[in-house]
């Protein structure tokens, strides 16, 4: 053996976020105070009634496998509102797999369509975890930088620089992780002409469409055309929405050809995502009410802490943060600082004991990201220690 490890281990990075929260709470275990903005869930519970179908089911014994790809009536309740709701005409079951999670939607649908030397065009800021799954796939990720300037969006000029016969996918999240960014169906329309002209994919993640705020619309870029739903995967779940990322839940809604593969290969990969737990999210499309009621409830507080991080942070010196209009994270501008954003994350734990994400690590430089699934008295306490941070470093 000249080595244990596989090239693909040796080279695959650990989630910078996952790392950011665990420092946070190590020096939160060790009684410190800390104020830790690197969260990447909602402080919710689950609403108590998919919880309840859930327990329901469990005591019903519905503790064995199922179809690979998820429970009928889920795959069907996804497929009427892909079809109804978010304007995929057309949807069928088939086209739907519920995974173990959002994150494995991405990664199985990656895992779908990309092979060696294959190039993926992924704009930053970017969710950490696509260029791994990318490498992991033997494909080629391909960075295009975006800033606050252009509101973090991608344009069709920057997509033509850099596409070639090798693009094989183009990853689009929209509401965004980490900016909060989202796109307009305007600007969509043009990004989908350009996929659809050069014939490439798009994994879109929509594990954020239904935190959004001012009164946007969350738009799929498979809704505008049959030529888009052909090349339009879609990846979402219910880890935000409902507050649920411990029940680890995920849905694809892809073309016929896409679905099967990812089918197979999810039977071959974890067989079925866990099956009571398929019984709560279906309680959440049964209940349409109730799950907008809950929602409804979550997004008013979000909203109302996503104003008070804005104004905070635009108050002080040195700080310029965009108005992000979905998910719950802001992705403030520390530039006129002349610290890397490491740097400027590791003094900022080290002196006020408080936890932000480097924009580095979503491959941009010069900013921050906080999450504001936080408690009011976090952020208030946070705005005062960073403010101090800044006139002290500034
Ligand atoms: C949270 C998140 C996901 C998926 O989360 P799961 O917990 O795996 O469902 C996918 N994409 C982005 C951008 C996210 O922030």
């Not at 996804?78 to 939607?105: C, E, H, M, Q, R």
């Not at 030397?117 to 295009?144: H, R």
């Not at 907008?292 to 909203?303: G, I, K, N």
């Given at each position: 053996?000249?080595?244990?490890?596989?090239?693909?281990?040796?080279?695959?990075?650990?989630?910078?976020?996952?790392?950011?929260?665990?420092?946070?709470?190590?020096?939160?275990?060790?009684?410190?105070?800390?104020?830790?903005?690197?969260?990447?869930?909602?402080?919710?519970?689950?609403?108590?009634?998919?919880?309840?179908?859930?327990?329901?089911?469990?005591?019903?014994?519905?503790?064995?496998?199922?179809?690979?790809?998820?429970?009928?009536?889920?795959?069907?309740?996804?497929?009427?509102?892909?079809?109804?709701?978010?304007?995929?005409?057309?949807?069928?079951?088939?086209?739907?797999?519920?995974?173990?999670?959002?994150?494995?939607?991405?990664?199985?649908?990656?895992?779908?369509?990309?092979?060696?030397?294959?190039?993926?065009?992924?704009?930053?800021?970017?969710?950490?975890?696509?260029?791994?799954?990318?490498?992991?796939?033997?494909?080629?990720?391909?960075?295009?930088?975006?800033?606050?300037?252009?509101?973090?969006?991608?344009?069709?000029?920057?997509?033509?620089?850099?596409v070639t016969e090798k693009t094989k996918m183009l990853v689009l999240t929209s509401p965004s992780n980490p900016t909060g960014a989202v796109y307009t169906r305007d600007e969509l329309r043009k990004i989908v002409d350009f996929a659809v002209r050069r014939d490439i994919f798009i994994l879109s993640d929509e594990i954020y469409e239904k935190l959004l705020y001012d009164g946007v619309e969350a738009v799929s870029p498979a809704s505008f055309s049959d030529e888009a739903r052909e090349r339009v995967i879609i990846a979402s779940g219910f880890s935000k929405s409902f507050a649920m990322t411990g029940w680890?839940?995920?849905?694809?809604?892809?073309?016929?050809?896409?679905?099967?593969?990812?089918?197979?290969?999810?039977?071959?990969?974890?067989?079925?995502?866990?099956?009571?737990?398929?019984?709560?999210?279906?309680?959440?499309?049964?209940?349409?009410?109730?799950?907008?009621?809950?929602?409804?409830?979550?997004?008013?507080?979000?909203?109302?802490?996503?104003?008070?991080?804005?104004?905070?942070?635009?108050?002080?010196?040195?700080?310029?943060?965009?108005?992000?209009?979905?998910?719950?994270?802001?992705?403030?501008?520390?530039?006129?600082?002349?610290?890397?954003?490491?740097?400027?994350?590791?003094?900022?734990?080290?002196?006020?004991?408080?936890?932000?994400?480097?924009?580095?690590?979503?491959?941009?430089?010069?900013?921050?990201?906080?999450?504001?699934?936080?408690?009011?008295?976090?952020?208030?306490?946070?705005?005062?220690?960073?403010?101090?941070?800044?006139?002290?470093?500034?």
């Amino acid at each position: 053996m000249n080595q244990r490890l596989s090239d693909w281990a040796k080279n695959i990075s650990p989630s910078p976020t996952l790392a950011v929260d665990a420092a946070a709470k190590k020096l939160k275990a060790e009684g410190k105070d800390v104020c830790g903005f690197g969260a990447g869930e909602p402080d919710f519970d689950t609403p108590e009634f998919i919880k309840a179908a859930c327990a329901k089911a469990l005591a019903e014994g519905k503790t064995k496998y199922i179809p690979s790809s998820g429970l009928l009536e889920l795959r069907e309740r996804l497929a009427d509102y892909y079809s109804a709701s978010k304007n995929v005409k057309g949807t069928k079951f088939s086209n739907i797999i519920v995974s173990p999670g959002g994150k494995f939607s991405c990664y199985i649908a990656i895992k779908a369509v990309i092979g060696q030397g294959d190039e993926v065009i992924i704009p930053a800021p970017y969710w950490v975890s696509y260029p791994e799954m990318v490498k992991l796939s033997g494909g080629v990720p391909v960075f295009v930088q975006t800033s606050d300037a252009s509101d973090f969006k991608v344009s069709v000029e920057q997509l033509e620089n850099v596409v070639t016969e090798k693009t094989k996918m183009l990853v689009l999240t929209s509401p965004s992780n980490p900016t909060g960014a989202v796109y307009t169906r305007d600007e969509l329309r043009k990004i989908v002409d350009f996929a659809v002209r050069r014939d490439i994919f798009i994994l879109s993640d929509e594990i954020y469409e239904k935190l959004l705020y001012d009164g946007v619309e969350a738009v799929s870029p498979a809704s505008f055309s049959d030529e888009a739903r052909e090349r339009v995967i879609i990846a979402s779940g219910f880890s935000k929405s409902f507050a649920m990322t411990g029940w680890r839940l995920g849905t694809l809604c892809a073309p016929d050809d896409v679905a099967s593969a990812v089918g197979k290969l999810q039977s071959q990969m974890c067989s079925n995502a866990t099956t009571f737990a398929q019984y709560g999210a279906l309680e959440a499309l049964r209940e349409p009410e109730k799950a907008r009621e809950s929602l409804e409830a979550m997004l008013a507080v979000f909203d109302k802490r996503r104003i008070t991080l804005l104004d905070g942070l635009n108050s002080i010196k040195g700080i310029s943060c965009n108005r992000a209009k979905g998910a719950f994270y802001l992705f403030p501008n520390i530039s006129s600082f002349g610290l890397s954003s490491t740097d400027f994350c590791s003094k900022l734990l080290e002196r006020e004991l408080m936890a932000v994400v480097p924009g580095i690590a979503f491959g941009a430089e010069g900013y921050v990201r906080f999450s504001y699934a936080v408690s009011d008295s976090v952020i208030e306490k946070g705005l005062e220690r960073i403010a101090r941070f800044c006139s002290s470093i500034g």
